[in-house]
């Protein structure tokens, strides 16, 4: 049986991310901005552990680079 169970981490430059080999989830960050501002994650990880496969999986869900203010990219933008 699969474990759909998602956990949404919000994470800032800087923070650190441990994940366990049971599925336990440490995250660092002295700076907890995200109490009083719920915008104020520069990423949000979606987060969920398959405890049958042993699989860990992760997706990024909010990223902190803008992509959409340019048709195209160039090096340096």
């Known amino acids: 049986m699969k474990n759909t169970v998602e956990q949404f981490i919000p994470m800032q430059v800087g923070a650190e991310l441990r994940i366990g080999n049971d599925g336990s ?3 660092d960050n002295p700076e907890l901005e995200l109490a009083n501002n719920p915008h104020a994650a520069d990423a949000v990880l979606a987060y969920r552990y398959d405890p049958n496969t042993k699989q860990h999986v992760l997706r990024l869900l909010d990223p ?3 992509h959409g203010h340019l048709k195209y990219h160039h090096p340096g933008d």
């Open 64 to 66: 902190v680079a803008d």
């Open 25 to 27: 989830i440490i995250v």
